[in-house]
């Protein structure tokens, strides 16, 4: 599925990933390929991204790598768009 995860200085990361885990309001969720749409606020916590990913060196810094090769981006709050195997985050 491809990804894209924007903020208001910048766009953060776009690419192919395998899998996303959000903090949703109503708690944690994943998404895997083809999965069905849907529209999310976001708390804070980590936005878990799995896959081979390639992350550009000036936004290197907002990025750390948890277990299991799991990449994580802090936020505060956003919302997520996951339509036709594309996920949008909007993140603070």
Known sequence: MYLEIVSPEATLFSGEVTSI???????????????????????????????????????????????????LLKINSGTLEMKDNKAIVLAD
């Open 21 to 71: 885990a959000v903090p949703g309001i109503n708690g944690e969720f994943e998404m895997l390929n083809n999965h069905a749409p849907v529209v999310s606020l976001l708390k804070e916590g980590f936005v878990k991204i799995s896959g081979n990913i390639t992350i550009q060196e000036n936004v290197k810094d907002k990025f750390t790598e948890g277990d299991k090769g799991i990449t």
